[in-house]
């Protein structure tokens, strides 16, 4: 694993600094040099300076580096933190970064030192064998994704919630801002699609899923510092739909260009629109975040199905999605005009099966 922090200014190559026997060697004049240029406090720099001695202590999330690893043979990442670097354009998010060729969980990481790292840390790995999901499910992620965490810090409650959206309309603006509309040419209708949201935080193309956003909260000392999780398909092999073959079948691509699929250019432009995202939403409140988010989505004038039980009775209402009400929750409307809020059970993996309706107006 390596750990790294972004380069003075944003110039020059990034110092690397590789982590052996579970601690950082960290150069921390180049710390104090850039944090300090940034309006970093002498306890926040301290803090950077004690990292190697609160984090990898007996710590197992991250696997070890083996010295295959060390001298940049098979086992190293795949991830070049100097190209990260040179294209990040965000202010904080992103100036310290962790990258592993292999971990249980990005998600964990950071939500286990979301209070000793600084606030905007990321990190990064090739494979996770305990990717973290929706309800708690694992699975393994293999080689080829996009697979990151990294750490926010909000005052308000009900911003939690928002999280995932903000987290959602990063990954979907970056995508269409980079392939655009691609037209499938192994349908038979050579449809044309689009990269969108499904309620509330997954990322697909057409029919199919190629990513998800998860957000996992600490509350402490009058502040949320919440863990967003961001996992993509972009060259993932086997039977998951991954942007890779989704260009090889576009008819409007020759071939896949090997600069569109860099994880380090991506994940700069993700980093640096959620900032942007998380400023709006500070400033301007949900409604403003909430117009981005509707334009990205799959679901407006969606008809949908609501079972509910009555004694021995099972009630079929059905009911149009019109957007979302101010807390982030499904909007909808049935045939007499009446709107509800949809919630879900809880207990589906598919938050659209078994919706919970609550009248609002």
Same mark, same amino acid.
């Given at each position: 694993?390596?750990?790294?922090?972004?380069?003075?200014?944003?110039?020059?190559?990034?110092?690397?600094?590789?982590?052996?026997? +579970?601690?950082?060697?960290?150069?921390? +004049?180049?710390?104090? @040099?850039? !944090?300090?240029?940034?309006?970093? #406090?002498?306890? @926040?720099?301290?803090?950077?300076?004690?990292?190697?001695?609160?984090?990898?202590?007996?710590?197992?999330?991250?696997?070890?580096?083996?010295?295959?690893?060390?001298?940049?043979?098979?086992?190293?990442?795949?991830?070049?933190? =100097?190209?990260?670097?040179?294209?990040?354009?965000? @202010?904080?998010?992103?100036?310290?970064?962790?990258?592993?060729?292999?971990?249980?969980?990005?998600?964990?990481?950071?939500?286990?030192?979301? &209070?000793?790292?600084? %606030?905007?840390?990321?990190?990064?790995?090739?494979?996770? #064998?305990?990717?973290?999901?929706?309800? /708690?499910?694992?699975?393994?992620?293999?080689?080829?994704?996009?697979? !990151?965490? !990294?750490?926010?810090?909000?005052?308000?409650?009900?911003?939690?919630?928002?999280?995932?959206?903000?987290?959602?309309?990063?990954?979907?603006?970056?995508?269409?801002?980079?392939?655009?509309?691609?037209?499938?040419?192994?349908?038979?209708?050579?449809? &044309?699609?689009? !990269?969108?949201?499904?309620?509330? $935080?997954?990322?697909?193309? /057409?029919?199919?899923?190629?990513?998800?956003?998860?957000?996992?909260?600490?509350?402490?000392?009058?502040?949320?510092?919440?863990?967003?999780? %961001?996992?993509?398909?972009?060259? $993932?092999?086997?039977?998951?739909?991954?942007?890779? $073959?989704?260009?090889?079948? #576009?008819? +409007?691509?020759? /071939?896949?260009?090997?600069?569109?699929?860099?994880?380090?250019?991506?994940?700069?432009? %993700? *980093? &640096?629109?959620?900032?942007?995202?998380?400023?709006?939403? =500070?400033?301007?409140?949900?409604?403003?975040?909430?117009?981005?988010?509707?334009?990205?989505?799959?679901?407006?004038?969606?008809?949908?199905?609501? *079972?509910?039980?009555?004694?021995?009775?099972?009630?079929?209402?059905?009911?149009?999605?019109?957007?979302?009400?101010?807390?982030?929750?499904? *909007?909808?409307?049935?045939? $007499?005009?009446?709107?509800?809020? *949809?919630?879900?059970?809880?207990?589906?993996?598919?938050?659209? &099966?078994?919706?919970?309706?609550?009248?609002?107006?």
């Amino acid at each position: 694993m390596y750990a790294c922090n972004a380069p003075k200014l944003r110039k020059g190559v990034c110092k690397l600094q590789k982590v052996r026997q +579970k601690k950082i060697k960290m150069c921390t +004049k180049d710390y104090q @040099e850039y !944090f300090e240029a940034h309006g970093r #406090s002498s306890e @926040e720099i301290e803090q950077l300076r004690s990292l190697d001695s609160k984090i990898f202590k007996e710590e197992n999330v991250l696997v070890k580096i083996s010295k295959e690893e060390e001298h940049g043979g098979n086992n190293s990442p795949s991830f070049n933190v =100097d190209s990260f670097y040179r294209n990040l354009r965000s @202010e904080t998010t992103g100036n310290f970064l962790f990258v592993t060729k292999q971990c249980k969980s990005t998600q964990d990481f950071i939500t286990k030192f979301i &209070e000793q790292i600084p %606030i905007g840390s990321v990190c990064v790995a090739d494979i996770q #064998s305990h990717g973290r999901g929706r309800g /708690g499910n694992n699975w393994v992620a293999s080689s080829g994704g996009l697979l !990151f965490s !990294f750490s926010v810090s909000i005052c308000d409650r009900k911003n939690l919630i928002l999280l995932q959206y903000l987290g959602s309309i990063a990954v979907v603006e970056t995508l269409r801002e980079v392939y655009g509309t691609i037209q499938d040419k192994s349908e038979s209708d050579s449809s &044309e699609h689009k !990269f969108d949201i499904k309620w509330p $935080n997954d990322i697909y193309f /057409g029919d199919s899923k190629i990513g998800g956003v998860l957000c996992n909260s600490k509350y402490k000392n009058g502040r949320f510092d919440v863990s967003v999780g %961001i996992g993509l398909n972009l060259m $993932n092999e086997g039977r998951y739909q991954s942007i890779q $073959n989704i260009l090889k079948n #576009s008819a +409007k691509t020759r /071939g896949v260009n090997a600069e569109e699929m860099r994880k380090e250019v991506l994940l700069g432009k %993700i *980093l &640096e629109k959620f900032e942007v995202l998380i400023q709006i939403l =500070d400033s301007r409140g949900f409604e403003a975040i909430k117009i981005v988010y509707l334009t990205y989505w799959k679901h407006s004038g969606q008809k949908i199905s609501i *079972l509910e039980t009555e004694g021995n009775a099972i009630n079929r209402f059905e009911l149009v999605i019109e957007g979302l009400t101010d807390n982030g929750y499904l *909007l909808a409307i049935d045939n $007499n005009r009446q709107y509800y809020e *949809l919630h879900p059970d809880c207990n589906s993996l598919d938050l659209f &099966e078994g919706l919970i309706r609550k009248k609002v107006y």
